[in-house]
C-alpha cells in the first residue's frame, strides 16, 4: 500500500509547490508598449507590473538602443510623440539603464501614482539627448 501512495504523494507535492510557487511570483501588467517615438535606434517592448512587493519597469529580452554614456527611464506627464530633446529629462527619473540591451527591471518609487504618467522615456542625461518614448495607455 506504501510502494502505490508514495508516487501519488510525491506528484501531489509537486503540484502544491508549484501552484504555491506561481502564485508567489505573479505580477499584474499595468501598461505595456514599445517606442512609438525614436530619436535614437531603439527597439524591444517596456512594461510596468505590479507586484508583491512593488512596481516595476521591465525592459524586454529583445530590448536594445543605441550605446551611450548616461541612459535613464523617466516617466513623463507628457505623451510620447511630445517628448524631445528639451523636456525629456523633466519627467520622474527612474533608474540609470544598467546596460543598453537584453531584459532588466527596476523597481519604481513606493506610492507612485502611475496615472499622473503618459509616457515611458529613455534619454541620455549626459548630453541632453532624447533617445525614445512610449505612451503609457
Known amino acids: 500500500m506504501k510502494a502505490i501512495l508514495k508516487p501519488f504523494v510525491v506528484m501531489l507535492g509537486i503540484i502544491i509547490g508549484t501552484a504555491a510557487a506561481d502564485t508567489a511570483f505573479a505580477a499584474d501588467t499595468v501598461a505595456t ?10 527597439k524591444g517592448t517596456w512594461t510596468l507590473e505590479t507586484r508583491a512587493d512593488g512596481v516595476y519597469a521591465v525592459l ?23 517628448v524631445d530633446d528639451d523636456n525629456a529629462g523633466e519627467g520622474l527619473f ?44
Open 33 to 42: 508598449g514599445g517606442f512609438s517615438n525614436v530619436a535614437m535606434k531603439t
Open 94 to 137: 527612474i533608474a540609470e539603464l544598467t546596460s543598453h540591451k537584453g531584459a532588466q527591471e527596476y523597481k519604481l518609487p513606493e506610492g507612485l501614482d502611475l496615472s499622473a504618467y503618459k509616457s515611458f522615456v529613455i534619454h541620455c542625461e549626459r548630453y541632453s539627448k532624447f533617445w525614445a518614448a512610449g505612451n503609457i495607455n
Open 60 to 82: 524586454s529580452e529583445d530590448f536594445k538602443a543605441r550605446k551611450a554614456p548616461d541612459l535613464k527611464i523617466f516617466l513623463h506627464t507628457a505623451a510620447a510623440g511630445s
